[in-house]
């Protein structure tokens, strides 16, 4: 008989995990909104770019122990020990050679790839690699742990610390840049702090698998295909801001961070269940008819509300730039609007790609992040002269557009799932999922 679909549990969790994203995301709103307003576009932008060289560090250095950790924990197939132990002496090696590339763009090339700022933001914006590196893997414990209420009090430390060291910023009216670079990376100290302090009582629980002294082999195999596609999603997350910032300046780039970042906030419904469903499907490794069945129901109901918030976002953006960022800001409502029909279809390649990573086959899911990296580039560099943020928006959401069709393809070839029952709600889904909630 297969397993239970577990809808109530994954509905549960998924809800308390998205509410969290939610008041995380609305934190780091204020956040960005405090920025953009007191220190003006240009800087907004600055700021931004400086937080990019930690983060394309993490990016390409953590080769995939995190989704590894993720996946062989939740499988039960290392024991949580096991996985700090070695995941620490990966941490400790990237550390040092993350450091050193770091310091090396920083010395030959900050003037040509990151036009405009400082090198003294680059060089404290590199300290926060190591800390946001291994905040990063000790939040995939908790993932693999299924522990999420844990996970998202992690992901509530962070903004909720900046904001307070930002708003002490604000009361001594100092508005120095450098300081809202310090202001981040106390937040990440004190979320990796609590996470670590959190993490000590599962380390000392000796039987939660069995302890393999090759799991760092393990890992890497694993851990590399999902890097690969980890790393080409995160260029093609980043191209646009980087690529704006290059043909049209930090002032660009600050009013069109403003459009991204407020659009993905439609992705937090998608990330909330990725985050519960990956250790979900790998826990159903042997039970393929319950994951054809658990998985296309997920990803056309995600991609359905998600929709609906578009909707939403689409008729309120204007006035609410407008009063929330002031009008120096209006430039990013072209370019918000044609991001969303990217953003919209990208919340079910989310859903889809998380199946494929619980099958063993990340490498699919690197293949599609290869071909819309190509797309990204390219038409960026086509469309951004031409038409400035907005070509830089169209640009974008063809890529996730390109990456949705990519993993419909590969997830319904690999399964034999039809393609509508990934894409459109049905008729009797109401009544079916009433149903599977009372049976669970």
Request: proline share 4%; net charge positive.
């Amino acid at each position: 008989m297969s397993k239970k679909l577990g809808l109530r549990s994954l509905l549960k969790s998924s809800t308390g995990t998205f509410f969290r994203q939610l008041l995380a995301g609305v934190l780091q709103l204020v956040v960005v909104v405090i920025i953009a307003r007191e220190y003006g576009p240009e800087s907004n932008g600055i700021y931004t770019m400086a937080l990019l060289l930690p983060s394309v560090l993490v990016t390409f250095l953590n080769l995939g122990i995190s989704p590894a950790n993720a996946y062989f924990i939740s499988a039960g197939k290392i024991a949580v020990n096991t996985a700090w132990n070695t995941t620490i002496n990966f941490f400790l090696i990237f550390s040092i050679v993350g450091l050193c590339l770091g310091a090396a763009i920083i010395w030959w090339f900050s003037k040509i790839w990151f036009v405009g700022i400082s090198p003294l933001f680059l060089w404290f914006s590199l300290l926060l690699f190591p800390v946001s590196l291994l905040l990063s893997f000790v939040t995939s414990l908790f993932q693999g742990l299924q522990e999420f209420r844990v996970f998202n009090l992690i992901l509530l430390v962070q903004p909720i610390t900046t904001l307070i060291v930002i708003g002490c910023l604000q009361l001594l009216e100092n508005e120095e840049i450098l300081w809202l670079l310090v202001a981040c990376f106390i937040g990440n100290i004190v979320a990796l702090v609590i996470a670590i302090y959190f993490l000590k009582p599962f380390l000392l629980d000796l039987n939660s698998a069995e302890i393999k002294n090759d799991y760092g082999a393990a890992a890497i195999k694993y851990g590399y295909k999902a890097h690969l596609s980890n790393t080409l999603a995160f260029i093609n997350y980043k191209a646009d801001i980087f690529l704006v910032n290059f043909f049209v300046g930090p002032v660009g780039a600050g009013i069109y961070v403003i459009a991204v970042q407020i659009v993905e906030r439609l992705w937090m419904i998608s990330q909330a269940v990725s985050t519960v469903l990956l250790p979900r499907l790998s826990e159903l490794s042997d039970d393929e008819t319950t994951r054809k069945l658990l998985t296309p129901i997920v990803s056309r109901w995600v991609v359905f509300v998600t929709f609906i918030c578009a909707l939403l976002m689409s008729v309120l953006i204007s006035p609410f730039i407008a009063y929330i960022f002031g009008n120096d800001y209006l430039g990013s409502v072209i370019p918000l609007l044609v991001l969303l029909p990217g953003v919209v279809v990208f919340s079910s390649a989310r859903i889809l790609a998380n199946d494929l990573a619980a099958r063993g086959k990340p490498e699919l899911n690197m293949y599609a992040s290869a071909l819309s990296l190509v797309v990204n580039i390219s038409a960026n560099i086509m469309f951004i002269p031409k038409y400035g943020l907005t070509g830089a928006a169209i640009a974008t959401s063809l890529c996730y557009v390109s990456t949705y069709v990519y993993i419909v393809y590969m997830y319904c070839r690999l399964t034999d799932v039809a393609v509508k029952e990934v894409m459109f709600i049905q008729v009797p889904d109401m009544i079916k999922i009433k149903t599977l909630l009372t049976r669970n």
